[in-house]
């Protein structure tokens, strides 16, 4: 079958069901991480320390996708724009499916004793997984940024970050382990 995206009453994609989705999360994660940090900030004149300016998946081969297997190696990289230093900042990715509340990982650099001294300019700052064994299905990722000296958080987004996992419909729960059968 063939499948159409439309924004704002225009096709922007036509072509096979999966590259349409492909298409559409691509669009969406773009969007996303061109909008700016979604804390709100004391005073309406003062810009935020830090703002997010981008969250990228990175394959093995550092390509940039929105589906990733679940044996797959992968990166996220979160591009950040400093705007005053940061001595001891801390760094936590929450990991959510499109449907159900429940965080499925969080990965948090100061648990991991990490924590991240952040210069007034550009940083990308990278969490690295071997794989990701989770069910196929849409994923969003969530960013928090806090000072660890002053407790203030810097940046805390929705769980707007689009990923999918294709697992080839192999799995229908919350994991998708290696396994194998025998008789």
């Not at 669009?27 to 997010?52: F, G």
Request: negative net charge; contains cysteine; glycine residues 10%.
């Amino acid at each position: 079958g063939r499948t159409v995206v439309l924004e704002h009453g225009a096709v922007t994609f036509e072509g096979s069901p999966g590259d349409a989705v492909t298409h559409y999360l691509r669009a969406m994660s773009q969007v996303y991480a061109t909008r700016p940090t979604d804390m709100p900030v004391d005073d309406a004149n003062e810009e935020p320390r830090i703002e997010l300016a981008g969250l990228r998946i990175l394959d093995g081969a550092d390509a940039h996708v929105v589906w990733i297997g679940p044996r797959e190696p992968l990166r996220v990289e979160l591009t950040l724009r400093v705007r005053q230093v940061i001595g001891r900042a801390t760094v936590e990715l929450n990991l959510r499916r499109a449907t159900g509340g429940e965080n499925l990982a969080t990965f948090n650099s100061s648990r991991d004793s990490e924590f991240i001294a952040l210069e007034p300019g550009s940083h990308r700052v990278c969490l690295t997984l071997p794989a990701l064994p989770l069910g196929g299905g849409q994923y969003f990722w969530n960013v928090r940024i806090w000072d660890n000296d002053s407790a203030s958080t810097e940046v805390d987004t929705p769980f707007r970050f689009p990923m999918v996992i294709d697992d080839g419909g192999r799995a229908t729960g919350t994991l998708a382990l290696d396994h194998g059968w025998s008789v």
